[in-house]
């Protein structure tokens, strides 16, 4: 058995340990722990002056490049809208920053702002079968009308789309769409018939794990609720009026592009070039020219390829009576 002494060796030993430790550590080995103790210090200490200095650079040159690009840019779209009336459409979750910085390069496009729409929480939210009997009467007063088979998000988004063109029935749409307790739409201003539609889109979800809830049912394919469909939303807008839509190039703007539909995408939204890159591509779609422009890698090149957008076609005046159908006129005047 373990007896006292060696318990007392045991403790005798820990304590001349100790000793020994601290007489070397206040006396020989003293002034060789603070000097590497002070040297790690010193190294550490210009470690982050030297980021300061470079984040300070690279703020400079981000700056610079910034001051270039907005330079550059108000060039490239100057005047490329002039005499056009763009509608902007602001759907959920996007910022009003995001909206800002489109509104802003259409207007140093010289184009006018038609009308600007945000899509209500509403849109998501109702229940599906009010949202089936709102389209259906909806659908009266759209010419062309959408097909039989289209899902209630795509004649509600047809009728938004036809809406901001300012056709006949503008007003009526207005008054449906933008009423009641729980409008769809909310509208700002008066509607002026638009030469194209901007769709602006939220910037992208963060990426959050999360464990799905045991109970949890997936969502049946073309729920209009819980299943928003926004690349055919997308696509009932552009039967309208030509439409170019910016957002995230890793959701909504990747979504369109996958769906194959006939409209022109600007990904990468909150960032500068982005807001340039609408006043050029809507000029490229009033060609007929689609894109996917932008840094994702669905994008097919960073801008259009810059065109300027074609003559304003000036309404028809009726033509005046020629002399001898004055004279006709005149000599039928006094017939029964």
Known sequence: ???????????????????????????????????TLTDQIDVLRADRDQLRIDIAERTMDLEDREAWIVDVGEQLVEDSLAGRDVALLVLPGATDDDVAAVADQLEAAGAGEAAR????????????????????????????APDAEASSDEVLATAVGQMLAGGAEAEVLRELLAGGDEPFVAVDGDIVPASALVVVGPRPEPVVPVEPAASATPTEEGDDVEDPAWARVVAAFATALPTVTVGSGAELILAIREAGIPTSTVDSIGELPAAITVPLAIAAELNGVHGRYGFAPSAESPVPVIVPAPPLVAPEEPAEPTAAATAGADGCAGSP
């Open 1 to 35: 058995m373990i007896d006292f002494r060696y318990h007392l060796v045991s403790l005798i030993s820990v304590f001349l340990a100790l000793a020994v430790g601290i007489v070397l550590g206040a006396g020989p080995l003293q002034e060789s722990i603070g000097d």
């Open 117 to 144: 729409a945000r899509l209500t929480e509403a849109w998501t939210t109702t229940e599906p079968g009010y949202r089936q009997t709102f389209s259906q009467q909806l659908a009266g007063y759209l010419d062309p």
